[in-house]
C-alpha cells in the first residue's frame, strides 16, 4: 500500500467503484462503549495520517448521546483497501442525513482506511445498539443514496494527510519489528533437530581432524624406516668394534661381478685374518 511509503492512495472513480463488486454499509445507533470507535482508532494508530479538522469539531467533542452514522466502503480504494468513517454529534448527524439536500457531506468526521479488522469484527459488540445496519442498495432510489455516501466518503477522505513524524515513528517500529521476527526465526533454526545433527557432525568433524593433526604430528616425530635402519646397523658395528672380531668361524661375501661376469655370485670364503686385512 502506498501509505508504506508515505503516499497517500488513490480512491476508484465512482463508476469503476458502483459497477465492480464492492459492498457498501451502513450502522446508525449508538456506541456506548467506545467499541467501534475504539476499533478504529486502532485502525488510525497504523497508519501515517492525521485528521486536522477533528480538532475543530466541537458539537462532536461535546456531544453526550454517543449515536453515531457509519458507513464502511469495501475496496474504496485502487489499491483494493477498504475505507469507513463515521459522523457523531447531533448537530453533524442531522447534517449527514439531508441525503437529498447536496452532494455530499464535507462536515467533520472520523475516517481511515481499514486494514486490521473486517466489516463484522468492527460491529461484533454486545455493546452497539443499532438503529439502522445493512447494505446500502445501488438501485434505492434511483442510486441516489449510493452516491451521496460515495461523495461523502471522497470528501472524508480528504480531510486526511500525511503525517511525517507519525510515518517516521510507524517505519521504526516496523524495521524493530522485522528484526525481531527475523531473531526469532534464526533461533527456531538453531533450536530445529536438522541443525542439531548439523551441529554434532560439525563437532565430530572437528573431533576427527583434531586426531588425524595429533596423529600426523606423531609420525613427524618418529624416525623413518631408512633412519632406523641406520641405528640398528651402527648399533651392530659398534656392537662388533668393542668385541674385535666380525664374528666366529668363516663368512660369506656375495660379491656380484661386473658386466663380464653378470649374473654369476663368486662365493669367496674368507678366515677371519682375511676380513680384517680386506677392511
Partial sequence: ?????????????????????????????????FDLRG?????????????VNLVNDVNGQHDITQQMAFIYIEEFFKCGTDFAFFIKGVRNLME??????KKAYTGP??????????????????CIKANVLGLVSRD?????????????AVAAYAQLEIDPAKFDRLLEARRAEDEAKRAREAEQVRASPAMEVIASDATQE???????????????SMPSEYEMQDVDDDDKMDEGEGDGDLGSGMEMLDIY????DAGEVLDIYASD???DEML
Fill in 140 to 152: 434505492e432510489t434511483k442510486g441516489i443514496r449510493w452516491r451521496y455516501y460515495y461523495e461523502s
Fill in 39 to 51: 476499533k478504529l482508532d486502532v485502525e488510525f494508530e497504523g497508519v501515517p495520517l492525521k485528521n
Fill in 96 to 101: 449527514f442525513n439531508n441525503v437529498f439536500s
Fill in 257 to 260: 661381478a661386473s658386466d663380464s
Fill in 206 to 220: 572437528s573431533e576427527s581432524a583434531a586426531e588425524s593433526e595429533a596423529a600426523t604430528e606423531d609420525m613427524a
Fill in 1 to 33: 500500500m502506498e501509505l508504506d511509503k508515505g503516499k497517500l492512495p488513490s480512491p476508484k472513480e465512482y463508476d469503476a467503484l458502483v459497477n465492480g463488486p464492492a459492498d457498501m454499509w451502513i450502522f446508525s445507533g449508538g456506541d456506548y462503549k
Fill in 273 to 275: 685374518s682375511d676380513v
Fill in 109 to 126: 468526521c472520523f475516517a481511515t482506511p481499514v486494514i486490521a479488522f473486517d466489516l463484522e469484527e468492527l460491529i461484533d459488540s454486545s
